[in-house]
Protein backbone atom coordinates (compact mmCIF):
# COMPACT_ATOMS: atom_id res chain seq x y z
CA UNK A 1 0.00 0.00 0.00
CA UNK A 2 0.83 3.43 -0.70
CA UNK A 3 -1.55 5.72 0.68
CA UNK A 4 -1.42 9.82 0.83
CA UNK A 5 -1.72 11.08 4.62
CA UNK A 6 -3.19 13.88 6.18
CA UNK A 7 -2.12 15.30 9.51
CA UNK A 8 -2.54 17.44 12.13
CA UNK A 9 -0.42 20.49 13.02
CA UNK A 10 0.34 21.73 16.77
CA UNK A 11 0.30 25.57 16.91
CA UNK A 12 1.93 25.47 20.64
CA UNK A 13 3.41 28.77 21.46
CA UNK A 14 7.01 28.18 21.18
CA UNK A 15 6.26 27.57 16.94
CA UNK A 16 7.60 29.30 14.39
CA UNK A 17 5.26 31.74 12.13
CA UNK A 18 7.05 30.54 9.03
CA UNK A 19 8.84 26.92 8.92
CA UNK A 20 5.28 25.06 8.32
CA UNK A 21 3.94 27.58 6.81
CA UNK A 22 6.23 28.02 4.02
CA UNK A 23 6.51 23.95 3.44
CA UNK A 24 3.20 22.98 3.89
CA UNK A 25 1.34 26.22 2.01
CA UNK A 26 -1.02 27.15 4.54
CA UNK A 27 -1.78 30.16 5.75
CA UNK A 28 -1.69 31.14 9.30
CA UNK A 29 -0.77 34.40 11.41
CA UNK A 30 -0.04 32.40 14.43
CA UNK A 31 2.60 29.96 15.23
CA UNK A 32 2.59 26.55 13.77
CA UNK A 33 5.15 24.10 16.16
CA UNK A 34 4.87 20.40 14.85
CA UNK A 35 3.07 18.11 12.41
CA UNK A 36 2.44 14.78 13.35
CA UNK A 37 2.70 11.53 11.32
CA UNK A 38 1.81 8.51 13.39
CA UNK A 39 -0.62 6.71 15.53
CA UNK A 40 -0.24 9.02 18.93
CA UNK A 41 -3.71 9.51 19.82
CA UNK A 42 -3.18 13.22 20.89
CA UNK A 43 -3.37 14.25 17.06
CA UNK A 44 -3.47 10.58 14.63
CA UNK A 45 -3.07 11.06 11.00
CA UNK A 46 -5.07 10.07 8.31
CA UNK A 47 -4.48 7.98 4.94
CA UNK A 48 -6.74 8.01 2.00
CA UNK A 49 -7.60 4.03 1.54
CA UNK A 50 -9.92 4.77 -1.96
CA UNK A 51 -9.83 8.58 -3.68
CA UNK A 52 -12.14 10.64 -1.31
CA UNK A 53 -11.92 8.20 1.34
CA UNK A 54 -9.96 8.00 4.31
CA UNK A 55 -9.72 6.79 7.55
CA UNK A 56 -7.46 6.63 10.87
CA UNK A 57 -4.00 5.18 10.32
CA UNK A 58 -4.42 2.64 13.58
CA UNK A 59 -7.60 1.75 11.92
CA UNK A 60 -6.28 0.57 8.74
CA UNK A 61 -3.35 -1.52 10.78
CA UNK A 62 -5.47 -3.14 13.23
CA UNK A 63 -7.85 -4.15 10.27
CA UNK A 64 -4.80 -5.40 8.25
CA UNK A 65 -2.03 -5.57 10.28
CA UNK A 66 -0.68 -8.30 8.35
CA UNK A 67 -0.23 -6.26 5.13
CA UNK A 68 0.43 -3.12 6.84
CA UNK A 69 3.18 -3.28 9.47
CA UNK A 70 3.83 -6.97 9.69
CA UNK A 71 3.02 -9.41 12.08
CA UNK A 72 6.23 -9.32 13.87
CA UNK A 73 5.70 -5.54 14.76
CA UNK A 74 2.10 -6.03 15.67
CA UNK A 75 2.82 -8.45 18.29
CA UNK A 76 5.75 -6.70 19.91
CA UNK A 77 4.77 -3.21 19.86
CA UNK A 78 0.96 -3.37 18.80
CA UNK A 79 1.12 -0.53 16.72
CA UNK A 80 3.02 1.23 14.87
CA UNK A 81 6.34 1.57 16.73
CA UNK A 82 7.02 5.16 16.38
CA UNK A 83 5.89 8.56 16.04
CA UNK A 84 7.20 11.23 12.96
CA UNK A 85 7.45 15.06 13.01
CA UNK A 86 8.41 17.96 11.35
CA UNK A 87 9.27 20.13 14.34
CA UNK A 88 9.32 24.36 13.59
CA UNK A 89 11.43 26.00 16.59
CA UNK A 90 10.40 29.88 16.80
CA UNK A 91 11.36 30.72 20.54
CA UNK A 92 12.90 27.64 22.72
CA UNK A 93 11.20 24.71 24.21
CA UNK A 94 11.16 23.09 28.26
CA UNK A 95 14.36 21.74 29.07
CA UNK A 96 13.26 17.93 29.32
CA UNK A 97 14.14 14.60 29.71
CA UNK A 98 12.29 11.26 28.81
CA UNK A 99 12.48 7.77 30.87
CA UNK A 100 13.35 4.88 30.17
CA UNK A 101 11.33 2.04 29.32
CA UNK A 102 10.83 0.86 32.81
CA UNK A 103 10.92 3.95 34.36
CA UNK A 104 7.86 4.81 32.26
CA UNK A 105 5.79 1.38 32.81
CA UNK A 106 6.60 1.80 36.87
CA UNK A 107 5.85 6.09 37.01
CA UNK A 108 2.43 5.18 34.74
CA UNK A 109 1.83 2.49 36.56
CA UNK A 110 1.66 4.79 39.94
CA UNK A 111 -0.05 7.42 38.84
CA UNK A 112 -3.02 5.39 36.98
CA UNK A 113 -3.25 3.49 40.95
CA UNK A 114 -3.00 6.98 42.10
CA UNK A 115 -6.04 7.99 40.38
CA UNK A 116 -4.31 11.35 38.46
CA UNK A 117 -6.36 12.27 35.41
CA UNK A 118 -4.09 11.89 32.18
CA UNK A 119 -4.97 15.38 31.82
CA UNK A 120 -3.90 16.69 34.78
CA UNK A 121 -1.63 20.10 35.23
CA UNK A 122 0.47 17.51 37.58
CA UNK A 123 0.58 14.16 35.84
CA UNK A 124 4.08 13.18 34.62
CA UNK A 125 3.43 10.11 32.54
CA UNK A 126 0.89 9.27 29.69
CA UNK A 127 1.97 6.51 28.32
CA UNK A 128 4.31 3.33 29.43
CA UNK A 129 6.60 3.84 26.67
CA UNK A 130 10.12 5.32 26.67
CA UNK A 131 11.13 8.28 24.29
CA UNK A 132 14.08 7.91 22.33
CA UNK A 133 14.67 10.25 20.04
CA UNK A 134 16.57 11.60 16.78
CA UNK A 135 16.04 15.44 15.44
CA UNK A 136 17.97 16.43 12.31
CA UNK A 137 18.19 19.64 10.90
CA UNK A 138 16.69 21.14 7.92
CA UNK A 139 17.71 24.78 8.53
CA UNK A 140 20.49 25.86 11.81
CA UNK A 141 19.21 24.18 14.53
CA UNK A 142 20.36 25.30 17.66
CA UNK A 143 19.84 23.06 20.67
CA UNK A 144 21.55 21.89 23.71
CA UNK A 145 22.03 18.61 24.39
CA UNK A 146 24.07 16.79 28.09
CA UNK A 147 25.77 18.07 30.70
CA UNK A 148 29.24 19.86 30.33
CA UNK A 149 31.86 18.53 32.03
CA UNK A 150 32.33 20.10 36.04
CA UNK A 151 35.18 21.49 35.10
CA UNK A 152 33.77 23.22 32.15
CA UNK A 153 30.51 24.04 34.25
CA UNK A 154 33.34 25.88 37.16
CA UNK A 155 34.68 28.04 33.81
CA UNK A 156 30.98 29.17 33.41
CA UNK A 157 29.65 30.16 37.16
CA UNK A 158 33.11 30.69 39.11
CA UNK A 159 33.64 33.90 37.62
CA UNK A 160 30.47 35.91 38.99
CA UNK A 161 28.62 33.46 41.27
CA UNK A 162 28.33 34.83 45.33
CA UNK A 163 31.01 32.59 47.55
CA UNK A 164 27.69 31.38 49.17
CA UNK A 165 26.14 29.94 45.76
CA UNK A 166 29.69 28.63 45.28
CA UNK A 167 29.49 26.68 48.33
CA UNK A 168 26.02 25.63 47.72
CA UNK A 169 26.53 24.24 44.12
CA UNK A 170 30.00 23.50 44.01
CA UNK A 171 30.70 21.84 47.69
CA UNK A 172 33.30 19.27 46.31
CA UNK A 173 35.34 18.52 43.08
CA UNK A 174 37.35 15.46 43.92
CA UNK A 175 34.72 12.99 43.29
CA UNK A 176 33.09 11.03 39.98
CA UNK A 177 31.51 13.24 37.19
CA UNK A 178 28.59 11.82 37.77
CA UNK A 179 28.23 13.05 41.52
CA UNK A 180 29.42 16.41 41.06
CA UNK A 181 26.77 17.24 38.38
CA UNK A 182 23.78 15.70 40.79
CA UNK A 183 24.95 17.76 43.44
CA UNK A 184 25.17 20.90 40.98
CA UNK A 185 22.08 19.98 39.53
CA UNK A 186 19.89 19.18 42.63
CA UNK A 187 21.05 22.75 44.15
CA UNK A 188 20.80 24.51 41.52
CA UNK A 189 16.84 23.37 40.77
CA UNK A 190 16.16 24.00 44.83
CA UNK A 191 17.50 27.66 44.63
CA UNK A 192 15.09 30.29 46.19
CA UNK A 193 14.55 33.81 47.52
CA UNK A 194 17.00 36.59 47.66
CA UNK A 195 19.99 34.66 46.45
CA UNK A 196 18.31 33.04 43.30
CA UNK A 197 17.63 36.56 42.17
CA UNK A 198 20.70 37.62 42.67
CA UNK A 199 22.32 34.61 40.79
CA UNK A 200 20.54 35.54 37.78
CA UNK A 201 20.96 38.64 38.12
CA UNK A 202 24.79 38.16 38.45
CA UNK A 203 24.73 36.04 35.49
CA UNK A 204 22.46 38.47 32.98
CA UNK A 205 25.42 40.84 33.71
CA UNK A 206 28.38 38.55 33.17
CA UNK A 207 26.96 37.04 29.88
CA UNK A 208 26.52 40.92 28.82
CA UNK A 209 30.36 41.29 28.59
CA UNK A 210 30.78 38.04 27.07
CA UNK A 211 30.33 36.63 22.86
CA UNK A 212 30.40 33.20 23.28
CA UNK A 213 27.16 31.38 22.03
CA UNK A 214 26.26 30.43 25.75
CA UNK A 215 26.48 33.44 26.86
CA UNK A 216 24.17 35.00 23.88
CA UNK A 217 21.76 32.33 25.04
CA UNK A 218 21.51 33.58 28.82
CA UNK A 219 20.96 36.77 27.46
CA UNK A 220 17.94 35.30 24.76
CA UNK A 221 16.48 33.11 27.41
CA UNK A 222 16.51 35.93 30.17
CA UNK A 223 14.00 38.45 27.81
CA UNK A 224 11.66 35.37 27.11
CA UNK A 225 11.93 34.07 31.04
CA UNK A 226 13.33 36.51 33.41
CA UNK A 227 13.22 34.75 36.52
CA UNK A 228 13.22 30.94 35.23
CA UNK A 229 16.62 29.08 36.88
CA UNK A 230 16.32 27.36 32.99
CA UNK A 231 17.72 31.22 31.85
CA UNK A 232 21.44 29.74 33.21
CA UNK A 233 21.38 26.12 31.00
CA UNK A 234 23.64 27.15 28.27
CA UNK A 235 26.28 27.45 30.70
CA UNK A 236 25.51 23.58 32.39
CA UNK A 237 24.38 22.07 29.05
CA UNK A 238 26.23 22.05 25.71
CA UNK A 239 25.20 23.80 23.49
CA UNK A 240 25.51 23.60 19.72
CA UNK A 241 23.96 24.71 16.39
CA UNK A 242 23.43 21.85 13.94
CA UNK A 243 23.11 22.34 10.12
CA UNK A 244 21.26 21.29 7.47
CA UNK A 245 21.97 17.68 7.47
CA UNK A 246 23.45 16.58 11.09
CA UNK A 247 21.19 14.71 13.93
CA UNK A 248 21.07 14.79 17.37
CA UNK A 249 20.12 11.65 19.08
CA UNK A 250 18.88 11.24 22.54
CA UNK A 251 18.53 8.53 24.70
CA UNK A 252 16.55 7.86 28.30
CA UNK A 253 18.01 10.03 30.42
CA UNK A 254 19.52 13.00 28.74
CA UNK A 255 18.67 16.59 29.82
CA UNK A 256 17.87 19.17 26.33
CA UNK A 257 16.35 21.17 24.46
CA UNK A 258 15.48 22.80 21.21
CA UNK A 259 16.23 26.40 21.31
CA UNK A 260 15.88 27.62 17.42
CA UNK A 261 15.28 26.16 13.85
CA UNK A 262 13.07 23.57 11.72
CA UNK A 263 14.25 20.09 12.12
CA UNK A 264 12.48 16.61 11.08
CA UNK A 265 12.01 14.53 14.65
CA UNK A 266 11.71 11.05 14.59
CA UNK A 267 10.85 8.98 18.05
CA UNK A 268 9.48 6.02 19.89
CA UNK A 269 5.61 6.01 20.17
CA UNK A 270 5.19 8.12 23.36
CA UNK A 271 4.45 11.96 25.20
CA UNK A 272 6.25 11.55 28.39
CA UNK A 273 8.46 14.67 29.75
CA UNK A 274 9.69 15.84 32.49
CA UNK A 275 10.97 19.03 32.29
CA UNK A 276 13.19 21.38 34.11
CA UNK A 277 12.62 24.90 33.15
CA UNK A 278 11.95 27.24 30.57
CA UNK A 279 8.54 26.61 30.66
CA UNK A 280 4.92 27.25 32.82
CA UNK A 281 4.08 23.70 32.75
CA UNK A 282 4.62 21.43 35.67
CA UNK A 283 7.98 20.83 36.84
CA UNK A 284 8.75 17.07 39.29
CA UNK A 285 11.93 18.18 40.04
CA UNK A 286 12.14 15.05 42.61
CA UNK A 287 10.99 12.95 39.86
CA UNK A 288 13.09 14.28 37.25
CA UNK A 289 16.28 13.41 39.24
CA UNK A 290 15.36 9.75 39.37
CA UNK A 291 15.27 9.66 35.37
CA UNK A 292 18.55 11.59 34.84
CA UNK A 293 21.47 9.75 33.92
CA UNK A 294 24.11 12.45 34.50
CA UNK A 295 26.57 11.82 32.08
CA UNK A 296 28.71 14.56 30.58
CA UNK A 297 30.01 12.99 27.56
CA UNK A 298 30.54 15.48 24.37
CA UNK A 299 27.76 15.03 22.31
CA UNK A 300 28.07 13.32 19.07
CA UNK A 301 26.48 14.78 15.65
CA UNK A 302 25.60 12.31 13.49
CA UNK A 303 25.60 12.28 9.70
CA UNK A 304 23.76 10.05 7.43
CA UNK A 305 25.79 6.57 6.66
CA UNK A 306 25.16 6.15 2.57
CA UNK A 307 22.97 3.11 1.84
CA UNK A 308 23.38 0.68 -1.74
CA UNK A 309 19.87 2.00 -2.97
CA UNK A 310 21.41 6.28 -2.55
CA UNK A 311 19.95 6.85 0.37
CA UNK A 312 21.73 7.25 3.83
CA UNK A 313 20.95 6.27 7.37
CA UNK A 314 21.90 7.74 10.89
CA UNK A 315 22.76 5.34 13.14
CA UNK A 316 21.16 5.12 16.21
CA UNK A 317 20.32 2.46 18.88
CA UNK A 318 16.68 2.76 18.52
CA UNK A 319 14.79 -0.78 18.64
CA UNK A 320 11.58 1.32 17.14
CA UNK A 321 12.62 3.26 14.35
CA UNK A 322 15.62 4.18 11.85
CA UNK A 323 15.85 8.06 10.01
CA UNK A 324 16.49 7.60 6.26
CA UNK A 325 17.28 10.87 3.68
CA UNK A 326 16.37 10.72 0.46
CA UNK A 327 17.84 13.36 -1.99
CA UNK A 328 16.47 12.68 -5.53
CA UNK A 329 18.43 15.69 -7.82
CA UNK A 330 16.42 15.40 -10.92
CA UNK A 331 16.40 14.49 -14.66
CA UNK A 332 14.98 10.81 -14.11
CA UNK A 333 16.91 9.86 -10.89
CA UNK A 334 15.60 7.04 -8.39
CA UNK A 335 15.75 4.76 -5.49
CA UNK A 336 15.18 1.63 -5.30
CA UNK A 337 13.78 -0.18 -2.35
CA UNK A 338 14.24 -3.61 -2.05
CA UNK A 339 11.29 -6.26 -1.64
CA UNK A 340 11.19 -6.52 2.27
CA UNK A 341 10.96 -3.17 3.01
CA UNK A 342 9.80 -2.41 6.55
CA UNK A 343 6.59 -0.18 6.78
CA UNK A 344 7.94 3.64 6.85
CA UNK A 345 6.10 7.44 6.71
CA UNK A 346 7.72 9.77 3.49
CA UNK A 347 7.61 13.25 4.09
CA UNK A 348 8.82 15.47 1.18
CA UNK A 349 10.68 18.66 2.69
CA UNK A 350 11.72 19.59 -0.98
CA UNK A 351 10.52 19.56 -4.64
CA UNK A 352 8.48 16.10 -5.01
CA UNK A 353 8.97 12.43 -4.91
CA UNK A 354 6.65 9.96 -6.67
CA UNK A 355 6.53 6.69 -5.83
CA UNK A 356 5.33 3.28 -7.34
CA UNK A 357 4.93 -0.39 -7.29
CA UNK A 358 3.37 -2.60 -9.24
CA UNK A 359 1.41 -0.24 -11.51
CA UNK A 360 0.54 2.04 -7.74
CA UNK A 361 1.89 5.69 -8.39
CA UNK A 362 1.47 8.32 -6.33
CA UNK A 363 3.34 11.46 -6.27
CA UNK A 364 3.86 13.58 -2.89
CA UNK A 365 4.57 17.45 -2.82
CA UNK A 366 6.88 19.33 -0.36
CA UNK A 367 5.37 19.50 3.00
CA UNK A 368 2.82 16.14 2.04
CA UNK A 369 3.33 12.71 3.46
CA UNK A 370 2.84 8.89 2.50
CA UNK A 371 2.48 5.70 4.31
CA UNK A 372 4.07 3.34 2.87
CA UNK A 373 3.30 -0.76 4.14
CA UNK A 374 5.64 -3.32 4.85
CA UNK A 375 6.47 -4.22 1.30
CA UNK A 376 7.33 -7.96 -0.41
CA UNK A 377 8.11 -6.29 -3.44
CA UNK A 378 10.40 -3.91 -4.77
CA UNK A 379 9.28 0.17 -4.87
CA UNK A 380 11.29 3.40 -6.75
CA UNK A 381 11.34 6.69 -5.22
CA UNK A 382 11.77 8.59 -8.18
CA UNK A 383 11.71 12.54 -9.65
CA UNK A 384 11.61 13.97 -13.43
CA UNK A 385 13.28 16.85 -13.97
CA UNK A 386 12.89 18.55 -10.84
CA UNK A 387 14.43 18.26 -7.46
CA UNK A 388 12.70 16.07 -4.56
CA UNK A 389 14.71 16.02 -1.09
CA UNK A 390 12.43 14.28 1.65
CA UNK A 391 12.78 11.73 4.99
CA UNK A 392 11.49 8.12 5.81
CA UNK A 393 10.68 7.17 9.11
CA UNK A 394 11.05 3.27 9.50
CA UNK A 395 10.79 0.25 11.23
CA UNK A 396 14.09 -1.18 12.12
CA UNK A 397 14.05 -4.58 9.32
CA UNK A 398 13.82 -7.46 10.42
Known sequence: MILKMKNIIQDYAWGSKEYLQKLTKIESDGPLAELW????????????????????????????????IGDRLMRRFGNLPFLFKLLAAGEPLSIQAH???SQ????????????????????NYKDDNHKPEIVCALTPYWAMKG???PSDIRKNFLPWLPDEAVRLLFPDDQGEDKEQLRTFFQALMNLEGPLKVTILEKAVRWSEAEETAA??????????????????????????????????????????????????????????????????????????MKILTFHCDPPQILSSRSLPDGSGIYDTRSEEFQLININ??????????????????????EGSITVKQDGSV?????????FLSKSGKSRNLSTVSEKGMGYIARAVPE
Open 328 to 349: LTGDVSAIHLEAGYPVSILVVT
Open 215 to 288: CQWVLKLNKKYPGDLGILSPLYLNTLCLQPGEALYLPAGELHAYLQGFGVELMANSDNVLRGGLTPKYMDVPEL
Open 37 to 68: MGVHPRAESLVEKEAGKWCSLSELIKSQPDQT
Open 104 to 123: AEEGFRREEEAGIPLDAFKR
Open 362 to 370: LTIKEGESC
Open 99 to 101: PSK
Open 147 to 149: FRT
